[in-house]
């Protein structure tokens, strides 16, 4: 075990308990807001509040914050809301994903794309490394994850540019990381890029891989070292609940139970139960989700009850330590 770094302070990776590993809280993304997408933007204090409370009452303690400047990160509110509800919140920094880039950087004068293309991979990965070391945006939270992320089947130049620029400085850090896959695409042609870059894989997380619930591919994807984030329950337009569940148990039968971790990738405002929408709320996995799977893990003959303690406790304690 080792040290995980939250925005109140480096803490016993022992003392994360129940974590969730992905998921937003309070996040205004410029795209989505520049184009009147008012689901995709949680903007009230108040209601995600309230779902951090239910999380709390579900017995959850650890939450991974994955926003990013380009998705509209406001730390200092994020810090305000795990203090009044005694959430341990894991903040990132990096980057999203390339279509997310067309927007003003907040109290800038260019886009996140002209100043990805303007800065050199060094200055990209200096401010990085900053925010993990000294703060974010000029505040004294600090980040313990670092995050980069590709589009639907492509890999485009300025994504190439920011994934050097994020194993960079996960090598000067020490910190976790963590990869967006669009649709849980591009994941084994990014497994590529980051061995080819000397990324020790035991540190990389890809995140929304069942969103393409393919055995052979997690297979693989698990052969490389790296993580592998389940994050889009409740997402039926996708596929069948079902199908997620035999991919987790399909990956513990190889034995890969020790590298499997859960989310709610809970990012929009019909998700929420809070927000006037009636959706099933950030506590669903825990009282919903929960409860199902050890159903199945049993008709499977597997122990559910230990397959839940590594993911939801002992795996985020070994991935977000510091190395």
């Excluded at 109140?8 to 997408?37: A, N």
């Excluded at 199902?292 to 893990?297: C, W």
């Excluded at 499977?300 to 330590?321: C, H, W």
Aim: charged residues 25%.
């Amino acid at each position: 075990m080792g040290q995980v770094r939250t925005l109140h302070g480096d803490i016993d990776s022992r003392q994360l308990g129940v974590t969730y590993s992905h998921d937003h809280i309070y996040c205004i993304p410029p795209y989505w807001r520049d184009r009147r997408q008012d689901d995709l933007l949680l903007d009230d204090v108040e209601a995600s509040g309230r779902e951090l409370a239910d999380f709390v009452a579900a017995g959850g303690r650890t939450f991974y914050d994955a926003t990013c400047p380009d998705y509209g990160r406001d730390v200092s509110v994020v810090a305000g809301l795990a203090q009044r509800h005694q959430v341990q919140v894991i903040a990132t920094a990096g980057f999203n994903k390339g279509f997310l880039w067309q927007s003003q950087r907040p109290g800038h004068q260019e886009t996140f794309a002209d100043w990805i293309s303007r800065c050199s991979i060094d200055e990209l990965s200096e401010e990085i490394v900053q925010e993990v070391r000294q703060g974010i945006e000029g505040t004294g939270y600090r980040a313990g994850v670092v995050k980069c992320g590709t589009g639907y089947n492509t890999i485009s130049p300025l994504e190439r540019k920011t994934m050097e620029a994020i194993v960079r400085a996960q090598q000067q850090t020490g910190a976790p990381m963590h990869s967006h896959t669009e649709m849980g695409t591009m994941s084994l042609e990014q497994a590529a890029i980051f061995k080819s870059l000397g990324l020790d894989m035991s540190r990389l997380c890809f995140a929304h891989l069942d969103r393409n619930p393919d055995p052979w591919l997690h297979h693989q994807v698990a052969n490389t070292g790296a993580w592998i984030l389940f994050d889009g329950m409740t997402r039926i337009k996708y596929h069948p609940e079902h199908l997620r569940t035999e991919a987790i148990l399909a990956l513990c039968r190889k034995g890969y139970a020790d590298k499997i971790i859960i989310g709610n990738d809970f990012a929009r405002k019909s998700m929420s139960a809070h927000y006037g929408l009636g959706g099933l709320g950030l506590k669903f996995i825990l009282t919903d989700w929960r409860p199902r799977f050890l159903d199945e893990a049993r008709a499977a003959g597997m122990d559910g009850e230990t397959l839940l303690q590594k993911f939801f406790i002992d795996n985020p304690a070994r991935y977000f330590s510091f190395a």
